[in-house]
């Protein structure tokens, strides 16, 4: 049987790890933390505006198990984000990795916890081992980097304010190590409105029984609320540093929702503590993840140029998915995780991996931020997803966005892909 390695255990690892399987190869996935989901574990909301449309591709396509693994800790359907306006929900962040970590083990994937990725084995443009930081090897005929671009210190130190103790938790478990620069593979950053490499990161926690009761009464009834802000804490400056593209109402107000162990602010960027409790129904506040309190960490580095079936440039057997393919939100790692886990197990299998149709969603938004990514112009921009921005826009005018299931269905069958990532390739 051939082995896929799977290097990283976020939402896209996990995909990629379950595509590969169930297209025949033996796979095994290494974590250098003690969980899997990765920064999922307080993202809280997907499938907004466009991702409805690439969900249902995906689920169609074959590979509905990370989907349908939402849909059971779903806990409110309908809320109007500031730029996602259509069928977002909220998902409870507290029940996410015990459930994913059981849905690898029915799978039978072989998952190794704090298993630190710190080097490669390779010859003439193949893989052929991950090195870990006991010195052990990790054999497989092909690979799929998953590591993220976020962290760790010597970036946050670099290109931030030093660390704040984000979800990474490099202190515990070391820095992230990107399987693609360790290969040779070329990489690139996303660039600020200054020029500084990366972005910051938005978005903060909170301990929902430190809010004002009515905050929290509200915020538990509705899931989803706009909290103004006042205005000489409005600075619209923020928005060149924001990593996800967002727009001005998440500077003007807080955009909190119900995530289930705890309320999230979702974007905002740069506050800190004493800021936060000037804002009404916050005065006791605590935070409880701090990514974005006051610098927040690095993300948006070490992005692999890699082509439309998002294999890396240089490599036969080296893929990546998720941050590390250029794409942020829990949406973009399931999508990009599952065709690179497919693909591994094909090239694997010396099959020709495969590159969608522009026909499909998922494989158009491929091909669209394949072309900008290769440009400097496209790099400076926020990511190309299929929520807001440049690419939801096309969408829109191609009709490639339809809140019609059968007609997703549809064009699925007609590019003769119908349940591809459930059958067998090895």
């Not at 396509?61 to 996602?84: N, T």
């Not at 670099?158 to 693609?180: E, N, Q």
């Not at 040779?184 to 950053?189: D, L, N, P, S």
């Not at 509705?222 to 593209?245: C, I, N, Q, R, Y």
Request: proline share 3%; net charge positive.
């Amino acid at each position: 049987m051939v082995r896929v390695v799977v290097v990283g255990g976020g939402l896209a690892g996990c995909g990629a790890a379950l595509a590969a399987k169930k297209a025949g190869a033996e796979v095994t996935l290494l974590e250098r933390s003690d969980m899997l989901a990765g920064v999922a574990v307080r993202t809280g909301d997907t499938r907004g505006n466009g991702w409805f449309a690439g969900q249902h591709e995906l689920n169609f396509l074959g590979g509905g198990e990370l989907g349908a693994l939402m849909d059971s800790i779903k806990m409110y359907e309908g809320v109007k984000f500031p730029d996602a306006q259509k069928h977002a929900f909220i998902f409870n962040t507290g029940l996410i990795e015990p459930r994913l970590r059981k849905t690898l083990q029915d799978a039978g994937i072989v998952v190794h916890l704090k298993s630190r990725a710190v080097d490669v084995v390779k010859e003439r443009g193949w893989l052929r081992a991950i090195k870990l930081e006991d010195g052990r090897l990790v054999e497989g005929e092909a690979f799929v980097d998953c590591t993220g671009t976020r962290g760790g210190i010597a970036f946050c130190n670099k290109y931030g304010k030093g660390c704040v103790m984000c979800l990474i938790r490099c202190c515990s478990f070391g820095d992230r190590v990107s399987m693609v620069e360790k290969a040779g593979g070329k990489e690139w950053h996303r660039i600020r409105g200054d020029g500084t490499p990366g972005r910051i990161s938005t978005g903060l926690s909170v301990y929902k029984d430190t809010l004002a009761p009515w905050l929290k009464e509200k915020l538990q009834r509705e899931g989803l609320m706009w909290v103004p802000v006042p205005p000489e804490l409005v600075d619209l400056s923020k928005l060149g540093s924001m990593g996800a593209g967002r727009s001005r109402e998440f500077v003007e107000n807080l955009i909190i929702g119900n995530i289930g162990p705890v309320a999230k602010i979702f974007g905002f960027l740069n506050v800190s503590l004493v800021e936060l409790r000037r804002i009404p129904g916050f005065e006791n506040v605590h935070i409880e993840h701090p990514g974005s309190a006051r610098t927040g960490h690095v993300s948006a580095i070490a992005m692999a140029f890699r082509d439309n079936s998002l294999k890396v440039d240089g490599f036969e057997n080296l893929f990546c998915a998720g941050d590390k393919a250029g794409e942020t939100s829990v949406d973009a790692a399931m999508l990009t995780g599952y065709l690179s886990g497919h693909n591994a197990a094909r090239r694997a299998a010396r099959r020709a991996p495969l590159a969608l149709p522009t026909s499909l969603a998922i494989g158009d938004w491929i091909a669209y931020s394949t072309e900008r990514y290769g440009s400097g112009e496209g790099q400076r921009k926020a990511s190309y997803v299929m929520s807001r921005g440049e690419y939801w826009e096309k969408m829109q005018e191609t009709g490639l966005y339809t809140p019609d299931v059968n007609r997703i269905r549809k064009r699925v069958e007609d590019a003769g892909l119908a349940g591809v990532m459930s059958s067998r390739m090895v």
